[in-house]
Structures are given as structure tokens and as C-alpha cells.
């Protein structure tokens, strides 16, 4: 059994910073990535960033939506199965409920499957 488990939203101030972690736990064989997922009222779930791990120490590809490009920043630290986003210069239109994802292969089944967080509010006000 696997688990994420969210931390680190809240309300802010447009301009704003705040960082979420997630950390991985349960029956883990290997991470292959762990990313953000964000869900605005009345819009369809879209990827915000995801790191996808290269074997080496806390090193890893990226990717982000053009949205946060230059404003987020996501790292990982494989240790602690874990995954960060700093969220900097926040905007209104980033609120939502932000959800994190991995990419994990569990001792107990033969493939990677994707798992997720329970979803933490993220609310910027103008």
C-alpha cells in the first residue's frame, strides 16, 4: 500500500510566496516521477509541474506549464520520497486545489501505477 500525503497550502496575498511538499510512503519499491496537479472550480485537472528521476541523488528531468514558468520551482528529494513546489509571485488565477502525483512501483505488484494526494487548497487573493 503507498500513500501521499500533501502539505503546505493556505491563503496568501497576490505576489506571495508558499511551498507544498508531498512525501511518499507505504510499500515503495522506486519513484519514477512525482509532479502537481491543480483543480480550479468548474475547470478540468491540469498538470503544474512534475520531475522525473534519472537514478542520480535528488537529480531529475522537469517540466512545468507555461502558466508557471519562471514562478514555480519543483525539486525532490529521493531520500524522503519526497517533492517540493516553491510557489513564488502567486497570482489570483493560480487558486485551486493543488494535487500531488507519483509514479511509483509498489513491492507488491509486478508495474509502476500512478497514486495521488488527497488535494491541498491553494488560495491567492488580489
Known amino acids: 500500500h503507498v500513500q501521499l500525503v500533501e502539505s503546505g497550502g493556505g491563503l496568501v496575498q497576490s505576489g506571495g510566496s508558499l511551498r507544498l511538499s508531498c512525501a511518499a510512503s507505504?510499500?515503495?519499491?522506486?519513484?519514477?516521477?512525482m509532479g502537481w496537479y491543480r483543480q480550479a472550480p468548474g475547470k478540468e485537472r491540469e498538470l503544474v509541474a512534475r520531475?522525473?528521476?534519472?537514478?542520480?541523488?535528488?537529480?531529475?528531468?522537469?517540466n512545468y506549464a507555461d502558466s508557471v514558468m519562471g514562478r514555480f520551482v519543483i525539486s525532490g528529494d529521493n531520500g524522503k520520497n519526497t517533492v517540493y513546489l516553491q510557489m513564488n509571485n502567486l497570482k489570483p488565477g493560480d487558486t485551486a486545489v493543488y494535487y500531488c502525483?507519483?509514479?511509483?512501483?509498489?513491492?507488491?505488484?509486478?508495474?509502476?501505477?500512478?497514486?495521488w494526494g488527497q488535494g491541498t487548497q491553494v488560495t491567492v487573493s488580489s
Open positions: 502525483n507519483s509514479l511509483i512501483i509498489d513491492r507488491n505488484n509486478l508495474g509502476p501505477a500512478d497514486y
Open positions: 520531475i522525473t528521476f534519472t537514478g542520480v541523488t535528488n537529480s531529475g528531468v522537469t
Open positions: 507505504g510499500t515503495i519499491y522506486s519513484i519514477k516521477r
